[in-house]
């Protein structure tokens, strides 16, 4: 899958499944558990009409960041990864970085741009499993302060290099985050 790049042609189809242990702060923390991630706010949405599985509805993107944005309650500027779906086509991937940037990249000062990876185009878009591999990726580069690169990504497509406005950057290479990676 070219996640992000201007050869993107479509998505690559895998398979996969996760287990994601979740338990309440204060319990892990008198057990001794070993935190990996904190949960705070999550949102569901539905994509609303659109052409096709490859044509995201760019409002319903928008409502759905914002949604989970506001649950969480942190401020913007302390985001500082985001994994993205990143299907690897020509309509979709745009489509996302438009909605990213509209909601955290804005008023971003780019000194301190908003790092975007998506894991599938490492190993495809696992189907039912897309979304828990994305969460083993954010957690991953979280826990390690570390921005995976985009596998693949060689030039990137104009329309999300319009869209990430110098307050985005799509790693090729690991890259360090600042410590306050939230």
Not at 46 to 69: H, K, M
Not at 130 to 142: H, N, R
């Amino acid at each position: 899958s070219y996640t992000f790049d201007s050869r993107a042609a479509g998505f690559g189809r895998g398979e996969g499944c996760g287990v994601v242990l979740l338990k309440r702060l204060a319990d892990a923390l008198v057990d001794g558990d070993h935190v990996l991630a904190v949960v705070r706010g999550s949102a569901v949405n539905q994509d609303g009409r659109t052409v096709g599985i490859t044509a995201p509805n760019p409002r319903a993107q928008e409502e759905l960041l914002s949604g989970c944005w506001e649950a969480a309650g942190i401020d913007v500027e302390d985001l500082v990864y985001l994994e993205a779906h990143g299907t690897g086509t020509k309509l979709g991937d745009p489509v996302e970085t438009n909605a990213i940037a509209a909601v955290f990249a804005a008023e971003r000062d780019p000194t301190k741009p908003l790092y975007i990876s998506s894991v599938k185009a490492n190993i495809g878009h696992l189907e039912a499993a897309a979304g828990m591999a994305g969460i083993f990726s954010a957690v991953l580069a979280l826990y390690h302060r570390q921005a995976p690169p985009n596998a693949q990504l060689q030039v990137l497509n104009k329309q999300v290099e319009a869209s990430a406005a110098n307050a985005m950057c799509f790693p090729k290479e690991l890259q360090d985050l600042p410590c306050e990676a939230k």
